[in-house]
């Protein structure tokens, strides 16, 4: 299930696992976990689970360096 966050807008962007997030942006899992590990993509572990991400801050960390 996913979680919701409140955009500034109003509406809900819900956490993805990583998996799902480069699914959806179509760049390898393996790309985006490494940008994770490092630092680049800001994650969340909601109650020691999962590692999340929200899309909009995985796209803003690729326009900001130009990379996942």
Request: glycine fraction near 6%.
């Amino acid at each position: 299930m996913k979680s919701p966050v409140l955009r500034s807008n109003g509406s809900a962007e819900p956490y993805l696992t990583i998996p799902e997030a480069a699914k959806e942006l179509g760049i390898p899992v393996s790309t985006l976990r490494r940008a994770v590990n490092s630092g680049l993509v800001p994650s969340h572990r909601p109650f020691s689970q999962r590692v999340r991400v929200r899309l909009f801050e995985v796209v803003t960390a690729i326009e900001t360096n130009g990379r996942a």
